[in-house]
Nanobody, 126 residues
């Protein structure tokens, strides 16, 4: 069971990036997927979450209105479209998975998720 986040890069403030989370070894469409990020010297924080059906989506207040999470179960991918990026969005971004639909009030907690992928670096310059 492996998750892989991709799509990171370096952009100027105001720019956009699209992150993708793909799975190998299991069928992603059964899983709720969360995106987290960790900046140097800071704790890992929940950014967004989408449940297995795709009908429930959650966002951190800091990214609401700028980031959009989506999933394509046919392709087995979950995407995070990040627009109007700010320097404070600079971090390593991780995707994580948990089977079914957990207690969604806990979507931003690390312990909610069973599987984690390698991160992808996002750097936003001012």
């Amino acid at each position: 069971v492996q998750l892989q986040a991709s799509g990171g890069g370096s952009v100027q403030a105001g720019g956009s990036l699209r992150l993708s989370c793909a799975a190998s070894g299991f069928n992603l469409d059964y899983y709720t997927i969360g995106w987290f990020r960790q900046a140097p010297g800071k704790e890992r924080e929940g950014v967004s979450c989408i449940n297995n059906s795709g009908f429930r989506k959650f966002y951190a207040n800091s990214v609401k209105g700028r980031f959009t999470i989506s999933r394509d179960n046919a392709k087995g991918t979950v995407s995070l479209q990040m627009n109007s990026l700010k320097p404070e969005d600079t971090a390593v971004y991780f995707c994580a998975a948990v089977g079914g639909t957990p207690i969604l009030s806990s979507w931003s907690l690390h312990r909610t998720y069973d599987y984690w992928g390698q991160g992808t670096q996002v750097t936003v310059s001012s």
